[in-house]
């Protein structure tokens, strides 16, 4: 039975995700802070797979470390790697921002998923032919917007880390993808408005955001492509979105 390691899999993709790779037979790691989701998940799909929750902060490389090596037998080999836990914070000008949500962004988006990807990559070349490693980017990472600045920085390094990963990877058959959604309806502007569920609600109101389970039949399906695929980069919005102008300073 083929297992993956999902972090934040608490909400948004990464529960999307745990459930569609549940449908699907596969192993379940689970991990995320809040304890409490991550029983209520376990709960949920125990009945059908193995499932072991961890609660884990990304940013601890020690625990992520201790964690990941002692994965128990049954629950390898490893054979995918979710690294999905990530956040932005500070909608707000650059020159507004608190200097702590520029650190949270980079210390869970670049840091953690370093932390995971270095504690993971053993076993992954382990298990080699067919293995992979999906890291969850954004389109933020290539196109820039305003409030975007660390964030979209953060999974810029996302995309050339995945990108570097490949050429150190070569051989090993580990497949690395930079998956990099648009806009998409989840926690995700709730965290980032620190709680500010109508300016949320706002956002995906009178249009069609993606919805966490079409992110995750992409994470599925990369995880399932005939071994000798690797797609690099897989970059996927919303028919209602789409680029803007350039904006222009004018007297
Ligand atoms: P959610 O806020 O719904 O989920 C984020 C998940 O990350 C939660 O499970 C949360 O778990 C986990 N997480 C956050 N910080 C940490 C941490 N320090 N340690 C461990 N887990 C953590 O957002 P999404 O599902 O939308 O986002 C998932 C990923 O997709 C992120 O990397 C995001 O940047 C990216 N993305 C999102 C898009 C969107 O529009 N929604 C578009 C493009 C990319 P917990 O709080 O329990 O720790
Ligand atoms: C999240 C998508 O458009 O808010 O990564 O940057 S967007």
Request: proline share 5%; net charge negative; glycine share 8%.
């Amino acid at each position: 039975m083929p297992s993956v390691l999902i972090t934040g899999a608490t909400s948004g993709f990464g529960k999307a995700a745990a459930q569609r790779f549940a449908k699907a037979g596969w192993s379940l790691i689970l991990t995320g802070r809040r304890v409490e989701r991550l029983k209520a998940l376990e709960e949920e799909l125990s009945g059908q797979v193995p499932v072991l929750t961890l609660a884990l902060d990304v940013r601890d490389s020690d625990a992520v470390t201790t964690a990941i090596s002692g994965l128990p037998e049954e629950f390898l080999p490893l054979t995918c790697l979710i690294n999905n836990a990530g956040l932005a914070l500070a909608p707000e000008p650059a020159q507004k921002v608190a200097l702590e949500d520029w650190h949270t962004m980079i210390d869970t988006n670049i840091t953690g998923l370093v932390n995971v990807t270095h504690a993971a990559l053993p076993l992954l070349l382990k298990t080699g032919k067919g293995a992979s490693i999906l890291n969850l980017g954004s389109v933020a990472g290539q196109w820039p917007y305003p409030g975007g600045h660390v964030y979209g920085a953060s999974k810029a390094f996302v995309q050339q880390f995945s990108y570097n990963l490949r050429c150190d990877l070569l051989g090993t058959g580990v497949r690395v993808t930079d998956l990099a959604p648009g806009m998409a309806e989840t926690e995700f502007t709730l965290v980032r408005t620190k709680g500010d569920q109508a300016a949320s609600d706002a956002l995906y109101r009178g249009t069609t955001p993606l919805q966490a389970e079409d992110i995750a039949e992409q994470l599925y399906y990369l995880a399932t492509l005939p071994d000798h695929i690797n797609i690099n980069r897989l970059e996927i919005m919303t028919v209602r979105q789409a680029w803007s102008a350039f904006a222009i300073d004018r007297d």
